[in-house]
């Protein structure tokens, strides 16, 4: 009844619409209440195909939400819903930035679980065991995209990964989630604002993804007027909006440090790194509430400089001393270099507590961060530091160091460690070869 009713309205007037409504039995309107292949946009339907991956990658506003729970909804629905293997009902993994987004928007929102689809046929929430399930039997285990150990629990032949491009922990997630997905014929929805972090760019590339683009004005209809006048149309056209409203997921920022193509040129597998002559862990400590920036890389004997891994955490003082200390003892590193800005000697205090012996140089920034990490872009154009994998956060914020600042969200505290790293490595030589060692200013 709805299709063909969808047809014949489309090219009715208003009113003409509310005389076919008005002729409506009961069963029928509320047939039509949640029959989303009659209220959304036809890019908001499940797209035909053999994909993997659906990627909506859309502007705030858009329906990205309503659009995932709506399909989700329609498919776990009726006496022959979406299901595993041997006719078993559907076992599914829920992936939202943290759990307070899972609830707040994903179940509990006007778009979410709770409010979508016929209400006999929405699932019942259990918080203490993470779990959505449908009356027929079909589960869907929830996740915070900020544990992405957890998602090493994930399994089934469906998922939904909500503001995927959010996640610090994107690529760690993506893959623990990935070797779950082995049931049946996998396949999920990915559903985001895009931002330019090497995992996106993968996805959207990948030929088993089908990409729904979408900018906040195709939902005009279904959106505050104040809202446009008074936060869209000031940012239409910048950059902010290009991304945020329009949905594009850019390539380029303006004045950046490193380029997304400098990076990818240093980009080789774990396995290809050479002997090492020194190896430095390298950390930024918090000014309060960020994250502890900690890295750790090394030389090679043919003067190459390599990237090793991205330890950062938010860890309380001694959790993240005795993350140090473990990255100094497994990768078997020479020393240990810290920025002194904030805290002073706690910094140093802190990381000795653990062990008392640790190497420990002090370094305090008498420059901007912009001047002290100038030289250490040149020595990635230079072509002499390359990345052991691939370190999605800590490239996204290299992406977003600009000659005007950081223009990413949070503090920039993994290129900082980057940087004294790098410095530390390439840049003091002569210092060292002087046998200059404890406590030094370097820019």
Known sequence: MTSSLLHSMLSLSEPERHKV????????????????????????????????????????????????????????????????????????????????????????????FAHVGPPEWRPIHEPSKRTLTWPNGCKALLFSAEDPEALRGASGSFFWWDELAKSRYARAGWDNLMFGMREGNPRGIVTTTPRPIPLMRELVDSPSTHVTKGSTWDNKLNLSGRYFETVIKPRMGTRLGKQEIDGQLLDDVQGALWGYDVIDAARITYEKVPGLQRIVVAVDPSGGGDD????????????????????????????????????????????????????????????????????????????????????????????????????????????????????????????????????????????????????????
């Open 292 to 443: 502890i920036g900690i890295v750790v890389a090394g030389e090679g004997f043919d003067g190459t400089l390599y990237v090793l891994f991205d330890a950062t955490c938010n860890l309380s003082p001694g959790g993240w001393a005795r993350r140090v200390n473990e990255m100094y003892t497994h990768f078997g590193a020479d020393r240990i270099v810290a920025e002194r800005n904030f805290g002073g000697d706690m910094v140093e205090s802190n990381i000795r507590s653990v062990d008392p012996l640790l190497p420990v140089t002090m370094v305090t920034a008498s420059r901007g961060k912009v001047v002290r990490a100038e030289p250490v872009a040149a020595l990635y154009e230079q072509g002499r530091v390359k990345h052991a994998g691939h370190f999605d956060e800590l490239e996204a914020q290299m992406y977003h160091m600009t000659t005007h600042g950081f223009i990413g969200e949070g503090s920039p505290d993994r290129v900082d460690a980057l940087v004294w790293a790098m410095t530390e490595l390439a840049l003091t030589k002569p210092e060292r070869d002087r046998g200059v060692s404890g406590q030094r200013e370097l820019g």
């Open 21 to 112: 409504l008005a002729t409506l039995t009961e069963s029928q309107a509320a047939e039509l209440l949640y029959d989303w292949n009659f209220w959304g946009r036809p890019n908001q339907q499940l797209p035909a195909g053999d994909w993997f991956v659906w990627m909506i990658l859309a502007g705030r506003g858009w329906g990205k939400t309503r659009t995932a729970v709506e399909n989700i909804s329609r498919l776990l629905r009726g006496p022959t819903p979406l299901t595993a293997p041997k006719g078993a009902p559907a076992m599914m993994s829920f992936i939202a930035d943290n759990p307070f987004d899972m609830r707040q928007y994903s179940i509990e929102g006007l778009s979410g």
